[in-house]
């Protein structure tokens, strides 16, 4: 899970504190006050038959709970600077929480995109198993000892190394198998 209720509950109010008088945070938080209890008490109280798209009661408890602390901290955060309105700008907690969530969600991002790309990656990669006659196969395993390789490193070398023309036509320049060959291709 990328994002706690606290995470969620941050954001949340921050958005919807922006420009609320003292007054209108205290509504906030009463309101809360009673949300939190509801949820809590309908998680003590018997099951009932929810649909299959229904909030779940316990993470709706979680989340009411963090958003009483979050609008309770916004409150205690007017009383403390005197100010009449919520600005988000003037909280430097609540400044360096966004700042923080906004990183994490950067890296999220980031790391989906490189999972992807490594994916895109991984579907063009070929893995193939080849049977060779007796007479090639000797053959390969003959340049993979002089190369100091595996018949699968010479192998990959070769497929690595073939061409097709506008024809349709396959071919392989000549070419020397090792561990520290590189094409002008590969640069």
Do not use: K, N
């Amino acid at each position: 899970m990328i994002w706690t209720p606290e995470d969620v509950a941050r954001s949340q109010v921050r958005r919807q504190a922006a420009g609320l008088t003292v007054r209108q945070v205290d509504e906030a938080v009463d309101t809360a006050v009673v949300r939190e209890r509801e949820t809590r008490e309908e998680l003590r109280s018997p099951a009932v038959r929810r649909g299959p798209f229904a909030a779940d009661p316990e993470e709706l408890a979680d989340r009411w709970a963090a958003l009483l602390t979050e609008w309770r901290r916004v409150a205690a955060h007017l009383a403390a600077s005197g100010a009449g309105a919520y600005d988000a700008d003037q909280d430097e907690l609540g400044s360096t929480w966004a700042r923080e969530r906004e990183e994490r969600r950067s890296t999220v991002l980031r790391d989906h995109a490189a999972r992807m790309e490594r994916r895109r990656e991984e579907r063009d990669e070929l893995c193939a198993e080849l049977w060779l006659d007796a007479a090639t196969g000797r053959r390969v395993r003959a340049a993979a000892a002089r190369a100091g390789l595996t018949p699968h490193e010479v192998l990959a070398q070769l497929a690595g190394r073939v061409t097709v023309d506008d024809d349709g036509a396959v071919s392989v320049a000549p070419f020397t198998p090792g561990r520290t060959t590189v094409t002008s291709e590969e640069r």
